[in-house]
């Protein structure tokens, strides 16, 4: 593999190496939340639907890398990932998880439903490709404000089928709205692989029929995601309309806590995790790359458990919502 010095003709700059370092720790924060998460569940300290990004670190983060202040995120179910790398803060969104009152939604959303308006994040959702209207409508938004914002409206290729999704799409193509569809095509919706779900299975083109432009791209390389992401950015901030980005990526555990995976070999998780983990293919180009050392990795790895550690005492140290809870953020009178 050749280096950052052999491709580029100069050595990588200390900004390139912070960069690459900073995209590395927090796909690991990430990898590293979800593996407490799922200690945790499987304690019984996390209740209900628990659903793991694992796997899939590179699609979110590269994404935001791309973002700026004032943009806006939404996504279904499979949503701790995106949390993070929003940057909410871990002890909140562990303590929503464990339904604790500290959480982000006070405890009464779970791993589902929690929201951040500070940091533009509004939601995790339950219903399959519920949020994408709403991500269309938080796009409207940004273009009716004149704020420069980009929605990032995340879905998955079990929802790419669902009819909202094209109501949607012709929306944001009608009134050319600056929102960047984003397929975390896992491969499986639920225990069907894509093949089985899809008529057509290049996911990135369907929005052709609205005249939204589409790219599939390897959503396990964050150098990439970041890549393709700064350039659709761009696209959708010039007024030009959405766009669908395909991520190929790939999650490890199953569809939920409760999903045994029994649709797909151990050997075919093993090879993905082998050959195209995102996190251990930044790790080489860095080490490689000689942006960074064994110790520092080391080093990044040791301050990214402790938080997750520090997260998941916060939320056992915290109380559970009071029962007057139960009446409260159900009504708001206009």
């Known amino acids: 593999m050749a280096t950052a010095k052999q491709k580029s003709g100069k050595a990588p ?8 370092l900073k995209l590395y720790r927090d796909m690991l924060l990430i990898r590293r939340f979800e593996e407490k ?40 179910y499979r949503d701790h990932g995106h949390m993070l790398a929003c940057g909410m803060d871990p002890k909140g969104v562990m303590a929503e998880l464990t339904g604790r009152s500290t959480g982000y ?8 439903h929690m929201f951040s308006r500070e940091k533009g994040f509004f939601g995790g959702h339950g219903i399959v490709a519920a949020q994408v209207p709403l991500g269309t409508g938080l796009a409207f938004g940004h273009k009716y404000r004149e704020d420069g914002g980009v929605c990032l409206c995340f879905l998955g290729d079990g929802a790419v089928n669902q009819g909202q999704v094209y109501e949607s799409f012709n929306m944001a193509a009608l009134w050319k709205l600056p929102v960047i569809y984003v397929v975390e095509n896992n491969k499986y919706g639920m225990g069907t692989s894509v093949e089985r779900a899809s008529a057509s299975t290049e996911l990135h083109r369907r929005g ?8 599939a791209v390897d959503g396990m390389d964050v150098l990439e995601v970041e890549k393709l992401a700064r350039k659709w950015l761009a696209h959708a901030r010039e007024g030009k309309g959405p766009v669908v980005l395909e991520m190929k990526t790939y999650r490890y555990r199953g569809h939920s806590m409760s999903d045994p995976a029994k649709y797909r070999s151990k050997e075919e998780v093993s090879k993905v995790r082998a050959e195209h983990d995102p996190i251990d293919t930044l790790a080489k180009k860095l080490l490689e790359g000689k942006l960074a050392s064994e110790e520092q990795l080391k080093e990044i790895d040791r301050q990214v458990k ?24 159900v009504l708001v009178e206009a």
């Not at 402790?306 to 009446?327: H, K, M, N, R, V």
């Open 13 to 20: 700059s200390q900004s390139d190496a912070d960069n690459l």
């Open 37 to 76: 998460a799922g200690q945790l569940y499987g304690m019984g300290l996390i209740g209900g639907f628990c659903h793991l990004y694992i796997g899939q670190e590179a699609v979110v983060v590269g994404l935001t890398a791309a973002t700026r202040q004032g943009d806006s995120f939404i996504t279904s």
């Open 105 to 112: 939604s006070k405890g009464k959303g779970g791993s589902m």
């Open 208 to 215: 052709d029929a609205y005249g939204i432009p589409g790219v």
């Open 306 to 329: 402790e938080i997750c550690t520090d997260a998941a005492e916060f939320s056992q140290s915290s109380p559970e919502p009071d029962l007057g809870e139960l009446y409260t953020d």
